[in-house]
């Protein structure tokens, strides 16, 4: 699965948009991207994933550049409650397929 | 949406003893699932690859005889730390993923914190 590169860390204002980067220049075309995030002492939490088209859901929206070498998670209204570790993840379709973590981000969002 | 269930939640025991954590998808089956491990301030990195009916797959230096693996039905799967010792303190996490193909993510259960005495 290809790598990630994220931020080691980032703070955001309580009720702004918190925007969170990763780099996967070396993506290949049957790789998705997910995003996880891992609030202090529990296990991660899935939060989206996407191949190439932008996708939202209730929690967040996922951003992915037209090459698929980069992409944003949006958080649009951060809470105090999202301050987490957020982790980029590249991986192959099929629930065989394990997640290799990276560092992560650590979003801390301030009031 | 899919749950993971693991169980405890925190244990404590004494070095030389054995620990079981269950892990249990509620509401679809997972004929694989993955044990990570996470020492304070690092990220997960996996155990083993849990399959339902036949052997587990370890990931290098992981000892299979140290972290038995079961995966008996399509909802459980167990590890079992055997002869636990203060160095196998640790954050333990299972996941799993509904489906066999398609972009199905992984959920994870909630960990189970392990402090060998």
């Known amino acids: 699965d290809a790598k990630t590169t994220q931020p080691p860390s980032m703070d955001c204002a309580e009720g702004r948009a918190a925007n969170l980067p990763c780099n996967h220049s070396?993506?290949?075309?049957?790789?998705?991207v997910y995003w996880y995030r891992q609030i202090h002492s529990q296990g991660p939490q899935y939060i989206i994933h996407?191949?190439?088209n932008n996708e939202t859901n209730e929690m967040a929206s996922l951003i992915i550049t037209e090459d698929r070498k980069s992409s944003t998670l949006i958080l649009p209204h951060a809470t105090l409650r999202d301050t987490a570790v957020y982790y980029c993840?590249?991986?192959?379709?099929?629930?065989?397929?394990?997640?290799?973590f990276g560092s992560g981000t650590q979003l801390t969002v301030l009031p | 949406g899919a749950v993971v269930s693991q169980h405890p939640s925190r244990v404590i025991c004494k070095s030389g003893t054995s620990v079981k954590i269950e892990c249990r998808s509620l509401?679809?089956?997972?004929?694989?699932m993955f044990w990570y491990r996470q020492f304070p301030k690092q990220s997960l990195m996996l155990m083993a690859t849990s399959n339902e009916g036949s052997k587990a797959t370890y990931e290098q230096g992981v000892e299979k005889d140290k972290f038995l693996i079961n995966h008996a039905s399509l909802t459980l799967s167990t590890l079992t730390v055997t002869s636990a010792h203060p160095e196998d303190s640790s954050f333990y996490i299972c996941?799993?993923?509904?489906?066999?193909?398609?972009?199905?993510?992984?959920?994870f259960g909630n960990g189970t914190r392990l402090t060998v005495t």
């Open positions: 993840i590249v991986r192959v379709a099929g629930s065989a397929r394990q997640l290799t």
């Open positions: 996941s799993a993923a509904p489906g066999l193909e398609g972009s199905s993510p992984l959920h």
């Open positions: 070396t993506i290949s075309g049957n790789e998705y």
């Open positions: 509401d679809f089956q997972a004929t694989t």
């Open positions: 996407g191949l190439k």
